[in-house]
C-alpha cells in the first residue's frame, strides 16, 4: 500500500499534504496540470492517509451547498471514495473551521489511519501564523 496523500491536525488547524510527486491512476495533482485548482485523490481506503485528529476536525466543517467545497469527501462508483481539496499539494485550512466549507455530499468516508505526524515546517508556520493573531 502506498499514501498519496496525508491529512494531519496541529492545533485546530488542518495539514493537508501530497505525497505522490505526480499524478497517477489513484490521484489528480495540480503539479502536474497548472489549470487545476486543487488535488483530488480517489480510493481513499487504500491511498489516503488520516489522523484521527483530522478526522475531528474534518467533522467540524460546516456542510455548504455547492457541489464544490474547500475539502469534498464523496463516493465514486468507479474510482471508490474520493477526498479532495481546493488549494496546492501543501495546504494549511484553518484555522478557524468555521470560515471553510465542504462540499454538499461530503461525508467521513474510507481512509487509512495514521498517526498525527505532523511535519516540522507545517507546525512552524501554524505557530508562526496563531503568534500575529
Do not use: H
Not at 80 to 101: H, N, Q
Amino acid at each position: 500500500m502506498s499514501l498519496n496523500a496525508r491529512i494531519t491536525a496541529y492545533l485546530g488547524v488542518l495539514v493537508c499534504e501530497t505525497l505522490a510527486t505526480a499524478s497517477n491512476k489513484d490521484c489528480s495533482l495540480s503539479i502536474d496540470n497548472p489549470n487545476r485548482i486543487g488535488q483530488v485523490f480517489m480510493n481513499t481506503k487504500e491511498t489516503l492517509g488520516v489522523s484521527e485528529e483530522a478526522i475531528e476536525l474534518l467533522k467540524k466543517i460546516p456542510i455548504g451547498r455547492d457541489s464544490i467545497g474547500d475539502v469534498d469527501w464523496f463516493e465514486s462508483s468507479a474510482q471508490g471514495d474520493v477526498f479532495g481539496w481546493l488549494g496546492g499539494p501543501k495546504t494549511i485550512k484553518g484555522p478557524d473551521l468555521k470560515e471553510l466549507e465542504t462540499a454538499r455530499g461530503f461525508r467521513i468516508r474510507s481512509y487509512v489511519s495514521i498517526p498525527n505526524d505532523v511535519p516540522e515546517d507545517a507546525k512552524a508556520y501554524i505557530d508562526s501564523m496563531k503568534a500575529t493573531t
